[in-house]
């Protein structure tokens, strides 16, 4: 399996951004996929997750900004990311999760958010 997110930037306080990470290897329909970020100085922390059902999970801080979304035809996730602010700043990664399993299992190489004006 491979990740490759894109989509990162440079954004104003109050801006939008979309995120995608496109999944080669076949095992994008029947597995979990998510969106984690790390801001300089912190821990990576999970930020959206959507089943392979459509289900989807956010970070509290996220809730009603950011959208995550999947299309199973062209095995791609995507986030949706409005009214960002400075303490969105981070690299964002996608990642997958495989059937059954707890944590992510592939990730992809991550792309830079700056939220600044």
């Known amino acids: 399996v491979q990740l490759q997110a894109s989509g990162g930037g440079l954004v104003q306080p109050g801006g939008s951004l979309r995120l995608s990470c496109e999944a080669s290897g076949g095992a994008f329909r029947r597995n979990d996929m998510g969106w984690c970020r790390q801001a300089p100085g912190k821990q990576r922390e999970l930020v959206a997750t959507i089943t392979s059902g459509y289900i989807t999970n956010y970070a509290d801080s996220v809730k009603g900004r950011f959208t995550i979304s999947r299309d199973k035809a062209k095995e791609t996730a995507s986030l949706q990311m409005n009214s960002l602010n400075s303490e969105d700043t981070a690299v964002y990664y996608c990642?997958?999760?495989?059937?059954?399993?707890?944590?992510?299992?592939?990730w992809g190489q991550g792309t830079q958010v700056t939220v600044s004006s």
């Open positions: 990642a997958m999760r495989l059937l059954g399993r707890s944590g992510f299992d592939f």
